[in-house]
């Protein structure tokens, strides 16, 4: 039997990692999600994230001060990703999802061989002074790194979704996925709408990778990990909805935290994709579906 402070204490430890879920598929829940692009090189680029922050972070640089940094990068290498995908795939109009889909997958594959090329296999950590330290509340302790996903995640959460649904840039990214022509009418490039959604989620994985490095050590094969992870909280969510991406994250961490409680680690994994499976068969429309 559980008693009822280590189901409360697997909840607490689920909610924290939940947002951590939440922040790095964030930008898989805009170029998946509002762009309907099958963008399954995302977690490679989050991890190519935590190894640029490895390299700022020896200058004496916060790791999350380095994400930031890292952001105007990554946003122009995800402009240049939209950019070959719409000249190769979209612009000729045949089998964009299956071609789409083997092109990130070689993206993926390229950018884990360059890693292991110039960095090996060996994992990678950083140093902060709120690494390897925490909060104590009574007789719970929260790791100020998860703390500190935590309260990025809810940052990234709210600027998005004032973005998205404030702006005219945002609205029109919404909008692109579902109906091209009135956008046009609307006097908006779909293209470069899309170029701008596409560089968006790509310059959130570098803040992302910058967490992910916080939270753990990482290495070049660890986004073979979070694929199915991000999909999850992707396809739970509902697609391209930013709150329902935190709440998915939530359901995840705190599902993934009990079941590693009652049954060990090792079922962790399994359990994004048993939560996939489950809502593409019961709601495939996701909790907040559009």
Same mark, same amino acid.
Not at 86 to 112: D, H, N, P, Q
Not at 277 to 284: A, E, F, I, Q
């Given at each position: 039997?559980?008693?009822?402070?280590?189901?409360?204490?697997?909840?607490?430890?689920?909610?924290?990692?939940?947002?951590?879920?939440?922040?790095?598929?964030?930008?898989?829940?805009?170029?998946?999600?509002?762009?309907?692009?099958?963008?399954?090189?995302?977690?490679?680029?989050?991890?190519?994230?935590?190894?640029?922050?490895?390299?700022?972070?020896?200058?004496?640089?916060?790791?999350?001060?380095?994400?930031?940094?890292?952001?105007?990068?990554?946003?122009?290498?995800?402009?240049?990703?939209?950019?070959?995908?719409?000249?190769?795939?979209?612009?000729?109009?045949?089998?964009?999802?299956?071609? =789409?889909?083997?092109?990130?997958?070689?993206?993926?594959?390229?950018?884990?061989?360059?890693?292991?090329?110039?960095?090996?296999?060996?994992?990678?950590?950083?140093?902060?002074?709120?690494?390897?330290?925490?909060?104590?509340?009574?007789?719970?302790?929260?790791?100020?790194?998860?703390?500190?996903?935590? =309260?990025?995640?809810?940052?990234?959460?709210?600027?998005?979704?004032?973005?998205?649904?404030?702006?005219?840039? =945002?609205?029109?990214?919404?909008?692109?996925?579902?109906?091209?022509?009135?956008?046009?009418?609307?006097?908006?490039?779909?293209?470069?709408?899309?170029?701008?959604?596409?560089?968006?989620?790509?310059?959130?994985?570098?803040?992302?990778?910058?967490?992910?490095?916080?939270?753990?050590?990482?290495?070049?094969?660890?986004?073979?990990?979070?694929?199915?992870?991000?999909?999850?909280?992707?396809?739970?969510?509902?697609?391209?909805?930013?709150?329902?991406?935190?709440?998915?994250?939530?359901?995840?961490?705190?599902?993934?935290?009990?079941?590693?409680?009652?049954?060990?680690?090792?079922?962790?994994?399994?359990?994004?994709?048993?939560?996939?499976?489950?809502?593409?068969?019961?709601?495939?429309? =996701?909790?907040?579906?559009?």
């Amino acid at each position: 039997m559980f008693s009822a402070d280590l189901i409360f204490e697997a909840v607490l430890f689920g909610i924290l990692l939940g947002c951590f879920y939440a922040a790095v598929s964030l930008g898989l829940s805009v170029a998946f999600g509002l762009l309907d692009v099958p963008y399954v090189a995302h977690p490679a680029l989050l991890i190519l994230g935590s190894y640029f922050t490895f390299l700022l972070c020896k200058t004496g640089l916060d790791p999350i001060v380095c994400g930031v940094l890292l952001m105007p990068v990554f946003y122009v290498i995800g402009i240049g990703f939209y950019r070959f995908y719409y000249e190769t795939f979209e612009k000729r109009s045949t089998e964009t999802g299956v071609r =789409g889909l083997a092109f990130f997958f070689g993206m993926a594959f390229i950018i884990e061989v360059c890693l292991i090329l110039f960095f090996g296999v060996d994992q990678r950590t950083v140093a902060a002074s709120y690494i390897g330290s925490s909060l104590e509340i009574g007789d719970y302790r929260f790791p100020y790194r998860m703390l500190v996903a935590f =309260g990025i995640a809810l940052v990234l959460t709210v600027i998005l979704t004032i973005y998205f649904s404030k702006t005219f840039n =945002g609205r029109a990214i919404k909008a692109v996925g579902q109906d091209e022509g009135a956008l046009r009418l609307m006097g908006a490039n779909p293209v470069k709408i899309k170029q701008l959604a596409f560089g968006i989620a790509t310059a959130i994985n570098a803040l992302a990778g910058a967490m992910l490095i916080i939270v753990g050590p990482v290495e070049p094969s660890m986004d073979r990990i979070y694929i199915g992870r991000t999909f999850c909280v992707v396809v739970l969510a509902g697609l391209g909805s930013m709150s329902g991406t935190l709440v998915a994250g939530l359901v995840l961490g705190i599902a993934e935290s009990v079941v590693m409680m009652a049954f060990g680690a090792s079922w962790a994994p399994a359990v994004s994709f048993g939560l996939l499976l489950l809502m593409l068969g019961v709601r495939p429309q =996701g909790l907040f579906g559009r």
